[in-house]
């Protein structure tokens, strides 16, 4: 596997379900993020994880939780979720720390959730 | 507030023919630019990557252009394919925090035979 990988490609679930997506970075990178791509929306960041430790929450609400066991995976445990929260979820990896200014993200191919 | 708006929303267009795609923002002071395509149902992939300081950067057929005065970005696709077809986004990141990347709503391109 090279890159970044993403399971499942797609999910589908109910509002009482629990599930969790999974990302895996082959890169050797040092950050993962989550993000969520609605239709006609920009990504919108969700999480950051930067060394394993979470630096950034943006604003995410609580039935989407993280889970960065290490520096090569995230998880992305759902439950209770709500139809709107039916999206392409992004997972990305980036080398971050001095003499990376670039910051450049790979990206994963996503998981399709279909919350019903 | 930060930023970064796309035009058009969609474009078809016949292949072989050349095409452009706007960007303009307001995120200020920046550090990059990028370009990134996202063909359906995919994660987005890097196409370039310009600085503030840069004006032209080409990967291939894809030649992507900056003017931080009027703070508008441009891709140029020259002799499209339709491979081309996909969403090209445009993503600034600011001088400040790190993560805060600003992603455009994108442009939707279908090339036709």
């Known amino acids: 596997e090279t890159g970044v990988t993403q399971t499942p490609r797609h999910l589908v679930m109910g509002m009482t379900n629990k599930k969790s997506l999974k990302c895996e970075q082959h890169l050797g990178h040092n950050a993962m993020y989550w993000y969520k791509q609605s239709a006609k929306k920009p990504l919108e960041l969700m999480f950051v994880?930067?060394?394993?430790?979470?630096?950034e929450n943006n604003s995410v609400p609580s039935r989407f939780s993280p889970e960065c066991p290490n520096s090569s995976h995230l998880f992305l445990h759902l439950h209770t979720l709500q139809p709107e929260d039916s999206a392409l979820y992004l997972c990305?990896?980036?080398?971050?720390?001095?003499?990376?200014?670039?910051?450049?993200?790979?990206f994963g191919p996503g998981t399709r959730l279909t919350v019903l | 507030k930060n930023q970064v708006e796309q035009s058009p929303q969609s474009l078809i267009i016949l292949e072989g023919k050349n095409c452009t795609l706007q960007?303009?923002?307001?995120?200020?002071?920046?550090?990059?630019l990028r370009w990134y395509k996202q063909d359906t149902g995919r994660g987005p992939v890097s196409l370039t990557i310009m600085t503030f300081s840069e004006n032209t950067k080409s990967n291939g057929r894809y030649t992507a252009t900056l003017d931080a005065d009027t703070k508008q970005s441009s891709l140029h696709i020259t002799a499209s394919q339709l491979s081309d077809s996909a969403s090209y986004i445009c993503?600034?990141?600011?001088?400040?925090?790190?993560?805060?990347?600003?992603f455009g709503t994108g442009t939707r391109l279908k090339v036709l035979a």
């Open positions: 990305a990896s980036s080398q971050e720390g001095p003499g990376f200014t670039w910051g450049e993200q790979f």
């Open positions: 993503v600034v990141t600011p001088t400040s925090g790190t993560y805060k990347y600003i």
């Open positions: 960007c303009n923002y307001t995120v200020s002071p920046f550090s990059n």
């Open positions: 994880y930067n060394f394993k430790e979470q630096t």
